[in-house]
């Protein structure tokens, strides 16, 4: 059968063959022929950069987003686009404190500053490795809150090098622990009370919308930076999160971010999600207070000069 089969084909195929040569616009222009027009390329159907259409498993009617998730993207340095640099004290651990380069994760690329408020961020940036605790007020006026092991508020808490776990169950309360600093906040479900205070990980509500778990967040403290490039807001940040399933392994995460005191208008972030697939994936513990006392406090020590 197979025989027969190939000699059907061969004829065929060496009949195509020998009709493209003929009609090539080569032969067309030995006969004298004048070779017909090329036809203009057809355009390439565009990218999509979205995933087939998800329905994840379902908690209480909802989706269930349990489980320990990670990104991996560097937005932590700089959220926006950023090269290789050197870190803090290379000339004491060389290639250990390099940061990598990263794409930016803001939509259109650049975050809407206002004029004064883009000076403040290079500032920022310039005294990140700073530290002065010896008043009040000069408390948080220098250096990354990360560098000093604060809460690192949202939505930075989801960027960070560090995994995070959601915890949903049935009742109106979905709880995300982080590992970084062992944070916690908890999102409630469908609730109408604003924030009695502004906390470092402010003050999140829930809803569902279709497939997607938005949470609106406010009362968040102004002490709170954005990365490690010094990008910051005022004390009326107001931040929307949306966390969408697309897959069993992977969420998409957005949020947009409103502050009328240092931005021209809302704008917004958006990276994937990664389901922590290990045996046995779960949170350790990265308590870095002590990794921050002798930078900060080092200097009242009894005998320091």
């Not at 069993?248 to 999600?273: C, G, N, Q």
């Amino acid at each position: 059968m197979r025989t027969r089969i190939w000699h059907v084909i061969t004829p065929l195929g060496l009949a195509v063959v020998i009709a493209i040569v003929w009609f090539s616009p080569a032969v067309g222009q030995q006969s004298g022929q004048q070779a017909p027009a090329p036809r203009p390329a057809a355009a390439a159907p565009a990218p999509t950069s979205s995933f087939p259409a998800y329905r994840a498993p379902r908690l209480n009617g909802h989706p269930d987003l349990n489980g320990v998730w990670q990104s991996f993207v560097t937005a932590n340095i700089d959220l926006q686009d950023h090269e290789a640099q050197a870190g803090p004290y290379t000339e004491l651990i060389g290639e250990y404190s390099g940061w990598p380069a990263g794409q930016s994760v803001v939509e259109g690329g650049v975050i809407p500053y206002k004029p004064e408020a883009l000076a403040k961020k290079r500032q920022n940036a310039a005294n990140r490795i700073k530290a002065d605790v010896s008043s009040d007020k000069n408390w948080h006026n220098l250096g990354d809150p990360e560098m000093k092991c604060y809460m690192p508020g949202v939505p930075r808490a989801t960027y960070m090098p560090f995994p995070f776990q959601i915890v949903q169950g049935s009742g109106q309360y979905i709880l995300i622990a982080y590992e970084y600093a062992s944070t916690t906040r908890t999102i409630r479900m469908d609730w109408k009370d604003e924030a009695p205070t502004d906390t470092w990980m402010g003050w999140s509500r829930g809803h569902w919308e279709g497939e997607t778990l938005v949470v609106d967040v406010t009362g968040l403290r102004e002490e709170t930076w954005f990365d490690r490039a010094g990008d910051y807001h005022s004390d009326q940040l107001h931040v929307v999160e949306r966390y969408t399933p697309a897959s069993p392994y992977h969420m998409l995460y957005e949020a947009t971010i409103e502050d009328p005191k240092v931005f021209t208008r809302p704008w917004k972030i958006s990276f994937p999600l990664y389901r922590r697939m290990e045996k046995n994936a779960q949170l350790l513990e990265y308590k870095c207070v002590p990794f921050t006392e002798e930078l900060l406090y080092g200097k009242f020590k009894k005998g320091a000069s």
